[in-house]
T-cell receptor, first 115, second 112 residues
Framework: DSGVTQTPKHLITATGQRVTLRCSPR?????VYWYQQSLDQGLQFLIQ???????AKGNILERFSAQQFPDLHSELNLSSLELGDSALYFC??????????????FGPGTRLTVL | DAKTTQPTSMDCAEGRAANLPCNHS???????VYWYRQIHSQGPQYIIH???NNETNEMASLIITEDRKSSTLILPHATLRDTAVYYC?????????????FGSGTQLTVLP
């Protein structure tokens, strides 16, 4: 158990819909990262937040957005869903001292299925 | 970040050492070598990292060649639970972002 929690575990929805994925980082971790893992693209970085501020953006679509709240939990919002958005979505967290070793702790993921 | 090359798949007998190679010939002086693994559809798990010296922890050993162009992750006594995809990642600690760039990894299958 990494200490990172993600809800829900599974999500099934229809094209065009909007969903919100939630992540609670390990206690004390200030950084949250979101990754997408699909069969054809592998594990891809989407976005990072550090202490409530956006820190880095990767291959995140404009239909996707995220935020980190004052209690440090984060939400990933996916809108106008398409079949190709079906994937595993992982959240990871790292402590402030991650500058020293870049270790990230991953949650169990949310499996999104778009029908 | 430097690119890495890993074999697509490897087998290892249970109880034997698993040696997973990684090539990173374009690695820069300030880039570290990290290893993560992902057991089927679970979140990736950090294993070990190093700069130029060999490293060992409770999970594995990391051997980095003197020219730093390649490395080997060693699982000393592989078990069935070590069956996973192993990712070798090269990453600098400087810069504004801390994301990990995953490649295709090596599917390690530990055989009974």
């Amino acid at each position: 158990d990494s200490g990172v929690t993600q809800t829900p575990k599974h999500l099934i929805t229809a094209t065009g819909q909007r969903v919100t994925l939630r992540c609670s980082p390990r206690s004390g971790d200030l950084s949250v990262y979101w990754y997408q893992q699909s069969l054809d693209q592998g594990l891809q970085f989407l976005i990072q937040y550090y202490n409530g501020e956006e820190r880095a953006k990767g291959n995140i679509l404009e239909r996707f957005s995220a935020q980190q709240f004052p209690d440090l939990h984060s939400e990933l919002n996916l809108s106008s869903l398409e079949l190709g958005d079906s994937a595993l979505y992982f959240c990871a967290s790292s402590p402030r001292s991650a500058d020293l070793n870049n270790e990230q702790f991953f949650g169990p993921g949310t499996r999104l299925t778009v029908l | 970040d430097a690119k890495t090359t890993q074999p697509t798949s490897m087998d290892c007998a249970e109880g034997r050492a698993a040696n997973l190679p990684c090539n990173h010939s374009t690695i820069s002086g300030n880039e570290y070598v990290y290893w993560y693994r992902q057991i089927h559809s679970q979140g990736p798990q950090y294993i070990i990292h190093g700069l130029k010296n060999n490293e060992t922890n409770e999970m594995a050993s990391l051997i980095i060649t003197e020219d730093r162009k390649s490395s080997t992750l060693i699982l000393p006594h592989a078990t069935l639970r070590d069956t996973a995809v192993y990712y070798c990642i090269v990453r600098a600690l400087t810069g504004s972002a801390r994301q990990l760039t995953f490649g295709s990894g090596t599917q390690l299958t530990v055989l009974p």
